[in-house]
C-alpha cells in the first residue's frame, strides 16, 4: 500500500506531526510512504526517515496554478491507495483530492479551515483529545481503527526523532558546557519574552554555572541576541544553523528555553530538556508533553487569544524569570531522577 501524507507546514507543525508518521510507517500493510511539503518548510523535512520520499511544492512565487498542475500530475502517477491530511487547511485537502480519490483529515470539529472536510474523510474527534499531536495520530490511524478502536481515546506519544546527525559546531562552544539556550524568536510578536525577562533569567543561571547561547533564526533576532549580550552575559551563535546542526547542538545542551515555535518541538523531538512559555497560544493544545518539558503559563483572562498583535499585550510581562530559573532546578531533579 502507497500513502502519502500532505503536511505543508510549517517548522513546528511538521515536528507535531512524527508521532503520526511512526503510526503509518508501523502499519503492516503500508508499503511505501511520501510527504508532500511546501518548498520554504523542506528543510524540516531532514529530521523524516530516510524510507520516506519528499516531495516539494512552491505554493509562494510567481505560477502556483502552474506549481498544483505540475505536482498533481506528478504525484498522480504515483497512484496512491490513500491520502492523510495532517494539515487541515483548504489547499491541502484540495491538493490530496486532486492527488488521490481517498482522503482522510480531521473531524471538522477540530479542523482549522472547515470547508476542507468537504473533500475528506474525517476521522471522528474524541474529547479527551486535546493535543495536536493526539489529533495528527487521530488522522494518521483512522483509516485502519475498528469501530470500537474509534471510541478509545488516542494517548499522546511525545514526538521523536530517530535519526542521527553529524555536523560541526564553532569550536567556542567547547569551553562552555553546561549551557542554557535561549531562543529569542517567536512565529509573531506576541509570543516573544520581554528583554528584561532574558536578562533576569540569564544572570540567575549564570550564577548557578551555566553558560548561556543566543540561538537565532534570522537577522532580526541575531541583531537582538547580539543587543540582549552587550554586557557579556553568554555567547551568541556565529551563523544560523541548519537542521543537522541544530540537532547536533541540542543534543549537546543542557536545556533550550523558547517560546511555541519550531525551535522549542525540534529540541523536544530530540529529548533534550525544554522550559517554554505560553500567553497566546494554548499550552494543552501545543506544548510538547515529555518528562523533560516544562511550561510556564501566564493565564491571562484574555488569552490564550492566538492573536499575532494585540493591543492590551500583558500575557508575556505575566512571565516571571524566577518561575524559569526553577523550571531549571525542576529539570536538575528529573535528570537524577532518571
Known amino acids: 500500500m502507497k500513502v502519502l501524507i500532505v503536511k505543508l507546514s510549517a517548522f513546528g507543525d511538521i515536528i507535531h506531526a512524527l508521532p503520526a508518521l511512526d503510526d503509518v510507517l508501523n502499519r503492516p500493510e503500508v508499503d511505501e510512504v511520501h510527504w ?39 504525484l498522480r502517477a504515483e497512484k496512491f491507495d490513500l491520502a492523510l491530511d495532517f494539515q487541515g487547511l483548504i489547499k491541502s485537502s484540495v491538493l490530496a483530492r486532486l492527488i488521490c ?10 479542523i482549522r479551515e472547515k470547508p476542507a472536510s468537504w473533500f475528506e474523510t474525517s476521522a471522528p474527534a474524541h474529547p479527551d483529545e486535546i493535543n495536536i499531536v493526539q489529533q495528527v495520530r487521530r488522522v494518521a490511524q483512522s483509516p485502519w481503527l475498528s469501530d470500537e478502536e474509534m471510541d478509545k481515546p488516542i494517548v499522546y506519544q511525545p514526538p521523536r526523532i530517530h535519526k542521527s546527525f553529524e555536523a560541526k559546531l564553532p569550536v567556542e562552544l567547547d ?72 540537532c547536533v547542538f541540542f543534543k549537546q545542551s543542557f536545556a533550550v528555553i523558547a517560546a511555541d515555535t519550531g525551535i522549542l518541538h525540534l529540541a523536544a523531538a530530540l529529548n533534550t530538556p525544554t522550559i517554554s512559555f505560553w500567553g497566546p497560544t494554548p499550552r494543552e493544545r501545543n506544548a510538547p508533553h515529555g518528562k523533560l518539558d516544562f511550561h510556564v503559563e501566564s493565564n491571562p483572562d484574555c488569552g490564550p487569544c492566538i492573536q499575532k498583535t494585540c493591543d492590551n499585550f500583558i500575557c508575556m510581562d505575566m512571565i516571571q524569570a524566577k518561575a524559569i530559573v526553577q523550571c531549571i532546578t525542576n529539570i536538575e531533579h528529573r535528570l537524577i531522577e532518571g
Open 36 to 74: 508532500l511539503v511546501d518548498r520554504r518548510f523542506a528543510f524540516v523535512t531532514e529530521v523524516l526517515p530516510p524510507e520516506v520520499k519528499v516531495h516539494q511544492i512552491a505554493l509562494k512565487g510567481g505560477h502556483p496554478l502552474h506549481e498544483v498542475r505540475r505536482v498533481v500530475k506528478q
Open 101 to 110: 480519490s481517498k482522503v482522510y483529515g480531521f473531524d471538522p470539529q477540530v
Open 175 to 246: 569551553d562552555l558546557k553546561p549551557w542554557v539556550v535561549f531562543n529569542l524568536g517567536g512565529s509573531f510578536a506576541t509570543k516573544e519574552l520581554p528583554d528584561q525577562t532574558w536578562l533576569q533569567v540569564g544572570q540567575a543561571l549564570k550564577e548557578k554555572g551555566y553558560a548561556i547561547v543566543f540561538c537565532w533564526g534570522n537577522a532580526k533576532e541575531e541583531a537582538k541576541a547580539k543587543q540582549l549580550n552587550a554586557s557579556g552575559l553568554g555567547y551568541v551563535l556565529t551563523k544560523r544553523l541548519t537542521i543537522p546542526e541544530l
